[in-house]
């Protein structure tokens, strides 16, 4: 399938410089591409390549002035990155609409509802009394347990484990091998130095448009929900446990885990391998600085805090410029004790 550049410029509000019948199937970097594909130039650091590109056609930002002649046909925008993020899910769009019908060998209990333009591939299971929702894409090796609930739109990719009764929302995706819906860690001590495991009766709360990577644990409610809610990206190999609440449009970088009953705001942003305590609360728009320890509730919204136990972030950087400065400082206060030593 290939598509002119006049084309692209519609779906993209482009301004065509160039061969508006230059056509491209594929994509490519712009250092790499070659004859046929489209790249972009977002960070000028690569405007060289730009010269040199076997690129048919280059998104570009409607501010770039060119320096020498070129072979691309140029595609200007306001804002090169967002336009080819743009066109990538226009691209992933046309691909995912091919993918409809239920391939065999499948198991979907009989009493499962499916919507209409659904992809269920080979190998997947589908339980009993579950509701999964129109243009809904399921991959190999996936199992949705009994009364699961799927919102329109929604990709299951290959491996992706949902236990029984939890709800998914419109148009989230989740990748490989994820687990939503396993146990919470709930063991009671005993006397005798053993555990009982606590039951684990609640459920998982996805809302719509989230996207949780690959190989992350969303464990459910000990009772009631642990809650994903809208727009929340997870990345991957991320630990959620039960009863956890996330607020809306929070990210996480991979390998960030989150003890039980804590309750994050929405925009809060969390880098890779930071761990929160549990039963805490942290507030809107807080910045965690990766492979934080965050044991306290943060009250105050808008704070950046790092280090373990983490900190505002401004005053660990002044800690940092005196942690530096140690050496000195112990030289010179054993030179001021061996002064007052000899005045003695």
Known sequence: MRFSAAQIAMLIDA?????????????????EATDGQLAFLANMKYEEYLYTTEASIVIVNDSLILKQPLKATLLRVQDAYSAFATLLIKYQEIV?????????????????????QVFIAAFAYIGNHVKIGNNVKIFSGASIGNNVTIGDGTIIHAGVKLYHDCTIGK????HAGTVIGSDGF?????????YKKIPQIGNVIIEDDVEIGANVTVDRATMGSTIIKKGV???????????????????MAAQVGVSGSTKIGSNV???????IAGHITIADGTK???KSGVAKTIKEQNTSVTGNPAINYFDMKRIEVLYRNLPAMEKRLTELEK??????
């Open 15 to 31: 301004k065509v410089e160039g061969d508006e019948h230059a056509s491209v199937a594929t994509f490519g970097k712009i250092e």
């Open 96 to 116: 995912d609409q091919q993918l409809i019908g239920i391939q065999d060998p499948c198991y979907i209990s009989t009493t499962a509802t499916i919507g209409n």
């Open 171 to 174: 148009n989230v995706t989740i």
């Open 186 to 194: 709930g063991f009671a001590p005993l006397t005798d130095g053993t």
């Open 233 to 251: 990206k997870l990345d991957n190999l991320v630990q959620v446990a039960h009863n956890v609440e996330i607020g809306e449009h929070t990210v």
């Open 269 to 275: 942003m969390i880098g890779g391998q930071a761990g």
């Open 288 to 290: 965690i600085n990766g």
């Open 339 to 344: 002064k007052l030593k000899e005045k003695e």
